[in-house]
């Protein structure tokens, strides 16, 4: 066990003589230590400094932040569902423009991840859908939103698009010519 606490002290000592070095006091304070304890730590020879690191007594604490912990986790397991989504839509043929819409990702950004994903890009005109898939859409977007009206509009457009296996974009053309975009 005095391992760890040999490995925690010296690592300790190392971040604090690095702050001190660059002249980030505040840091040091941030770090737990006291403006007396920074003045000491300054004017310590290396042999004592040295013995501090390699202590066998802990002298250095750690503690976990739960609350802190958990509002990361929280948001890394945001920040992973919306890439998962960014790629879904992506897969599903969503355009440069809905991709800045929804995502806020540039036209550049949108292009690399195609490129990553290896998703095909299609050049020239885009095809229309027919009367009847207009219809069959705007028929299964009403019945989608009005099951669920607090759904993500995204969302149940990505679902028409894998249900009706049609591209995002034209989905998202059709939605907004009858009844606004989502994003």
């Keep these: 066990m005095t391992t760890t606490f040999n490995l925690l002290n010296h690592a300790m000592l190392n971040q604090v003589l690095y702050e001190l070095r660059h ?5 040091c304070r941030a770090l737990g230590l006291a403006d007396e304890d920074i003045e000491v730590l300054q004017s310590l020879p290396p042999t004592t400094l040295s013995h501090l690191a390699h202590s066998s007594i802990a002298w250095v604490e750690v503690k976990v932040d739960t609350t802190v912990l958990r509002r990361l986790i929280a948001q890394a397991e945001r920040d992973e569902q919306n890439e998962r989504l960014i790629n879904r839509a992506l897969k599903l043929g969503a355009s440069s423009s809905i991709m800045y819409r929804c995502f806020g990702l540039d036209h550049s950004e949108t292009a690399l991840r195609r490129r990553v994903l290896k998703i095909e890009t299609h050049r020239g005109r885009p095809v229309q859908l027919s009367e009847a898939q207009e219809h ?9 939103r009005g099951d669920d009206p607090d759904n993500d509009p995204l969302d149940a457009m990505m679902m028409l698009a894998e249900e ?4 995002l974009t034209l989905i998202w053309q ?9 994003c």
């Design 164 to 167: 009706q296996h049609i591209s």
């Design 136 to 144: 069959a859409v705007w028929n299964r977007w009403s019945q989608l």
């Design 23 to 27: 002249g980030r006091l505040q840091r």
């Design 174 to 182: 059709q939605i907004e010519l009858y009844g606004g975009a989502p």
